[in-house]
């Protein structure tokens, strides 16, 4: 893909999405910057090619081995609705979930930028547990595709990292499809122990929490009105995101945030959020 510009150009940006919190305000800024610039140079992108764009420009530019995922969800969000994508086909599905679903952000003080964190060695770790793997299970593209008992029969060539992270991705991908049977079903409590599964997976094998997350996540859980918590985004700092009861009131949250600020001398700051549509263009 070749785009080029005729004429440079000056680029104001004002923004309510925080930085270095796992909320994808990278993904947000480019996909923001290519509808800009495609309406000023009139260059008729498609959006896949925006998600595309903006992929290249935090793979090569920026230089985090990330997927699709973040540009994606930020292009093709939906009001009340999830993203859900396939990264190794490409292939999307918009899925309604209803006003129900509820979420509430915690911010830890810790912020994470992926270009400076162990991201880079997680994703060699996991192309290193998929070459291995190949080598008995001829074909295996990408460790998603596995079953958990293929980790358990194959191991034998990972050492006990790889087989950490490999067991994360083939049971996160599982806990995936069992998250969108609850939500599909209305279940909101089996949503929410996936949630709160998921984290538990991301401390203990994936190793991309913080104590300010696990605190955080630990918290909220003991709370019979929160369905379930999980660290967001890639981790090692950043926010954890709650899905929550209408009965969560804002001093469930105070309260929360008391006790954090009693441990880590810090207060996190929250906010209710909903799901909104995606990156588009605005006039005035």
């Known amino acids: 893909m070749s785009t080029s510009l005729d ?18 305000s990278s ?13 000023v140079f009139d260059l008729s992108l ?16 920026v230089g985090v ?34 006003a129900s679903f509820r979420l509430v952000v915690f911010r830890t003080h810790i912020r994470h930028e992926l270009q ?13 547990a998929i070459m291995s793997l190949e080598r008995l299970i001829p074909g295996v593209r990408h460790l998603a595709r596995l079953h958990p008992a293929d980790i358990s029969a194959y191991d034998i060539v990972l050492n006990e990292t790889l087989a ?22 209305a279940d909101l409590r089996a949503a929410g ?9 991301s401390k203990s094998l994936f190793e991309n929490s913080t104590p300010e997350m696990d605190f955080l996540v630990a918290a909220l859980s003991a709370n019979e009105q929160v369905y379930g918590a999980r660290l ?39 906010w209710r959020t909903t799901l909104h549509e995606g990156a588009r263009r605005e006039s005035h």
């Open 7 to 24: 004429a440079g150009f000056d680029l104001a940006v004002h923004s309510e999405i925080p930085t270095g919190e796992g909320l994808s």
């Open 27 to 39: 993904a947000a800024i480019e996909l923001g910057t290519c509808l800009a610039l495609d309406a």
């Open 46 to 61: 498609h959006l896949n090619q925006m998600i595309g764009l903006s992929h290249r420009a935090e793979n090569r530019f």
């Open 65 to 98: 081995p990330c997927g699709l995922l973040d540009q994606t969800v930020v292009g093709r969000g939906k009001e009340n609705a999830l993203v859900v994508l396939d990264a190794g086909s490409g292939l999307h599905q918009v899925l309604p979930v209803g």
């Open 116 to 128: 400076h964190s162990p991201y880079e060695v997680r994703h060699r770790e996991c192309r290193d």
């Open 164 to 185: 950490r992270r490999a067991r994360h991705v083939v049971e996160e991908q599982r806990r995936v499809g069992q998250f969108l049977k609850a939500l599909n079903e």
């Open 193 to 201: 122990s996936l949630l709160s599964a998921s984290h538990e997976s």
């Open 232 to 270: 967001s985004g890639a981790g090692w700092g950043g926010a954890v995101l709650a899905l929550v009861s209408d009965s969560f009131l804002d001093s469930d949250a105070n309260r929360l945030a008391d006790v954090y600020q009693a441990t880590f001398d810090v207060r996190p700051k929250w």
